[in-house]
């Protein structure tokens, strides 16, 4: 056979695969792969070649690499709510308005609202069996101990096993802990306030300035926040590290080193039970790699060359590549959608308990988790592998996002797309099988929280992708990083007028182009501001639901396994033994 008549025989059968509207005459299968806080840098299809990563890098053999592919928020909560609803966290309220940005607590009554509807939710109405196995953060109860609301078993996942809230490095039974690794001296300063305000009271008695009554009164004003912040943030591993089987709290705290063996060992068994049904199914793979605390198996400990974080990410590398094996094995291989990515980038400021660094590389781009506006917290390692449907060995330039998965996949399962609400994921099947040559945005917001710092935009014509930027991160000096454990939205260096930067040319933002004196560039930053004010009207006034006090710590939502002592394992692997 020639190659012409190879070329028209395999244009024949992509043809017979595809129907006229763009969905498939099948129902395929999805898989997504998340990462937790991966950085662009940390994978070998991606540049880096010493931390070793085979069977991600076999996607991308097999698959397509998007290069540009981008999350909706630099942090955790609000980055997934978007993957799981195509919609930007400022539409739905998953943005935080203060300091704290993500969800830090089980017990409270913070989560994804019950009328956005979720990936899941659509892939349960076309007939998919849909699991979420790891990491979920988008919360679990809302008015009140047991509700379950907000979990996974209530948003459209048929089974769930998983850490509810996310990993911490409070977990790692090592004396780290989040709170102390940023204020060292907290407990000290907590102290030394404590006993000036005994001395003041018991000085304003004496002198009889006040009474008993007001004493006590003041006493317990001053001590409860006190006593508050002392048990909730030496006890966030027992508070915080919850692993729920579906609606059952199975195992609390979490015992971290086997963590993600088992999220690999319950997909294979989600596989297994497909394989006997025989239905499509979604499955979400969501790591507790590389978030810290790094914990891994025995067999990964010290064996990478960047001590405990390249060893989990090897791990959850192996893990990735069972789960392959296992579609291969019970015949999914080539008719499912693999999906690999990271919720957000590498945290550059998380270190460890000596001081060494417990963070990735989000080169060659500038920033990382946490940071308002730049790339290194936003544009992540993607991989894409559809056998038959998209071409193998290929790399896309053009910029996408997290959030048009969710209407990718809802076309290509046959779902329907919400029409009552507006929905910021665009389809890239086009882009993906190389029908069209330019990304489905022209233009893309960027927020922390509430602000929005930054509008990207693709023009039609040329190669340039430009990035209008009217903040960014208030750094240390010489360095590309804030301080504390991320940066503050709201403390950032404004610009007026915004800078304007080429990321094609320029994908670390450190040359702001001119555009004072030049009538093509004008064009385009006038163009942005349109596109951003227009999109500003859409967007109304948002409401946040993760203000402050909406986030803290509710003593009547927490979940205790076999009270009063609040301790159990997984009696499913009570006979695991780590060698």
Same mark, same amino acid.
């Given at each position: 056979?020639?190659?012409?008549?190879?070329?028209?025989?395999?244009?024949?059968?992509?043809?017979?695969?595809?129907?006229?509207?763009?969905?498939?005459?099948?129902?395929?299968?999805?898989?997504?792969?998340?990462?937790?806080?991966?950085?662009?840098?940390?994978?070998?299809?991606?540049?880096?070649?010493?931390?070793?990563?085979?069977?991600?890098?076999?996607?991308? +053999?097999?698959?397509?690499?998007?290069?540009?592919?981008?999350?909706?928020? +630099?942090?955790?909560?609000?980055?997934?709510?978007?993957?799981?609803?195509?919609?930007?966290?400022?539409?739905?309220?998953?943005?935080?308005?203060?300091?704290? $940005?993500?969800?830090?607590?089980?017990?409270?009554?913070?989560?994804?609202?019950?009328?956005?509807?979720?990936?899941?939710?659509?892939?349960?109405?076309?007939?998919?069996?849909?699991?979420?196995?790891?990491?979920?953060?988008?919360?679990?109860?809302?008015?009140? !101990?047991?509700?379950?609301?907000?979990?996974?078993?209530?948003?459209?996942?048929?089974?769930?096993?998983?850490?509810?809230?996310?990993?911490? !490095?409070?977990?790692?039974?090592?004396?780290?802990?989040?709170?102390?690794?940023?204020?060292?001296?907290?407990?000290?300063?907590?102290?030394?306030?404590?006993?000036?305000?005994?001395?003041?009271?018991?000085?304003?008695?004496?002198?009889?300035?006040?009474?008993?009554?007001?004493?006590?009164?003041?006493?317990?004003?001053?001590?409860?926040?006190?006593?508050?912040?002392?048990?909730?943030?030496?006890?966030?591993?027992?508070?915080?590290?919850?692993?729920?089987?579906?609606?059952?709290?199975?195992?609390?705290?979490?015992?971290?080193?086997?963590?993600?063996?088992?999220?690999?060992?319950?997909?294979?068994?989600?596989?297994?039970?497909?394989?006997?049904?025989?239905?499509?199914?979604?499955?979400?793979?969501?790591?507790?790699? $590389?978030?810290?605390?790094?914990?891994?198996?025995?067999?990964?400990?010290?064996?990478?060359?960047?001590?405990?974080?390249?060893?989990?990410?090897?791990?959850?590398? +192996?893990?990735?590549?069972?789960?392959?094996?296992?579609?291969?094995?019970?015949?999914?291989?080539?008719?499912?959608?693999?999906?690999?990515?990271?919720?957000?980038?590498?945290?550059?400021?998380?270190?460890?308990?000596?001081?060494?660094?417990?963070?990735?590389?989000?080169?060659?781009?500038?920033?990382?988790?946490?940071?308002?506006?730049?790339?290194?917290?936003?544009? $992540?390692?993607?991989?894409?592998?559809?056998?038959?449907?998209?071409?193998?060995?290929?790399?896309?330039?053009?910029?996408?996002?997290?959030?048009?998965?969710?209407?990718?996949?809802?076309?290509?399962?046959?779902?329907?797309?919400?029409?009552?609400? $507006?929905?910021?994921?665009?389809?890239?099947?086009?882009?993906?099988?190389?029908?069209?040559?330019?990304?489905?945005?022209?233009?893309?917001?960027?927020?922390?929280?509430?602000?929005?710092?930054?509008?990207?935009?693709?023009?039609?014509?040329?190669?340039?992708?430009?990035?209008?930027?009217?903040?960014?991160?208030?750094?240390?000096?010489?360095?590309?990083?804030?301080?504390?454990?991320?940066?503050?939205?709201?403390?950032?260096?404004?610009?007026?007028?915004?800078?304007?930067?080429?990321?094609?040319?320029?994908?670390?933002?450190?040359?702001?182009?001119?555009?004072?004196?030049?009538?093509?560039?004008?064009?385009?930053?006038?163009?942005? +501001?349109?596109?951003?004010?227009?999109?500003?009207?859409?967007?109304?006034?948002?409401?946040?639901?993760?203000?402050?006090?909406?986030?803290?710590?509710?003593?009547?939502?927490?979940?205790?396994?076999?009270?009063?002592?609040?301790?159990?394992?997984?009696?499913?692997?009570?006979?695991?033994?780590?060698?």
């Amino acid at each position: 056979m020639d190659i012409q008549r190879l070329s028209v025989l395999v244009q024949c059968v992509v043809a017979a695969l595809i129907s006229p509207v763009g969905s498939l005459n099948f129902k395929p299968n999805i898989v997504i792969f998340l990462a937790d806080d991966l950085g662009y840098g940390d994978v070998g299809a991606f540049g880096n070649n010493t931390i070793r990563t085979p069977n991600i890098d076999a996607l991308a +053999s097999d698959g397509i690499k998007l290069t540009h592919h981008l999350t909706a928020a +630099s942090v955790c909560t609000p980055s997934r709510s978007a993957m799981l609803t195509g919609r930007l966290p400022i539409r739905t309220g998953m943005f935080a308005n203060g300091r704290i $940005v993500v969800n830090i607590f089980a017990a409270n009554g913070v989560g994804l609202p019950t009328s956005e509807t979720t990936l899941a939710e659509v892939a349960k109405t076309v007939g998919y069996k849909t699991a979420l196995v790891g990491k979920w953060h988008l919360g679990m109860n809302k008015d009140y !101990k047991g509700d379950m609301a907000f979990h996974p078993r209530n948003r459209g996942f048929d089974f769930y096993y998983g850490h509810i809230l996310t990993n911490m !490095k409070d977990w790692s039974n090592e004396g780290d802990r989040v709170l102390t690794s940023q204020r060292p001296n907290m407990f000290y300063q907590m102290a030394t306030v404590f006993f000036v305000g005994i001395t003041t009271l018991i000085f304003l008695k004496k002198v009889g300035l006040i009474g008993w009554g007001l004493c006590v009164f003041l006493f317990v004003l001053m001590s409860t926040p006190m006593a508050y912040i002392m048990f909730v943030f030496n006890n966030m591993a027992w508070l915080n590290g919850l692993l729920y089987r579906d609606f059952e709290l199975v195992e609390q705290p979490i015992h971290l080193e086997t963590l993600s063996y088992r999220y690999t060992q319950e997909s294979i068994r989600f596989l297994r039970d497909r394989e006997r049904d025989n239905n499509p199914f979604l499955l979400v793979v969501s790591w507790d790699h $590389v978030h810290t605390a790094l914990k891994t198996l025995k067999k990964f400990r010290g064996k990478s060359k960047h001590d405990r974080y390249g060893d989990a990410i090897e791990e959850m590398d +192996s893990g990735i590549g069972d789960v392959m094996n296992a579609l291969d094995q019970f015949g999914f291989g080539r008719n499912t959608m693999i999906y690999f990515t990271s919720d957000n980038g590498a945290h550059l400021e998380e270190t460890g308990m000596k001081g060494q660094s417990d963070g990735g590389s989000n080169l060659p781009f500038r920033g990382g988790k946490g940071h308002p506006t730049v790339d290194g917290g936003i544009r $992540v390692p993607t991989v894409i592998r559809f056998p038959g449907i998209i071409p193998r060995g290929k790399v896309i330039d053009e910029p996408t996002q997290q959030l048009d998965m969710f209407t990718t996949i809802t076309k290509l399962i046959g779902g329907k797309i919400p029409s009552d609400r $507006v929905i910021d994921g665009k389809d890239m099947l086009p882009l993906l099988q190389f029908k069209e040559s330019k990304s489905p945005h022209k233009f893309m917001y960027h927020y922390c929280g509430e602000h929005l710092q930054a509008t990207r935009y693709r023009p039609p014509q040329g190669s340039s992708v430009w990035k209008l930027v009217t903040e960014l991160p208030n750094y240390k000096p010489g360095e590309d990083k804030c301080y504390g454990l991320a940066c503050i939205c709201s403390n950032t260096i404004k610009y007026d007028p915004p800078l304007l930067f080429d990321i094609t040319a320029d994908p670390g933002e450190r040359n702001p182009v001119s555009y004072k004196n030049n009538k093509h560039l004008q064009d385009i930053v006038n163009k942005i +501001s349109a596109a951003t004010a227009e999109h500003k009207k859409s967007v109304g006034t948002p409401e946040s639901r993760m203000t402050f006090f909406k986030l803290l710590w509710r003593p009547w939502f927490q979940p205790c396994c076999n009270f009063p002592s609040c301790t159990c394992s997984d009696p499913v692997y009570k006979d695991f033994v780590d060698e």
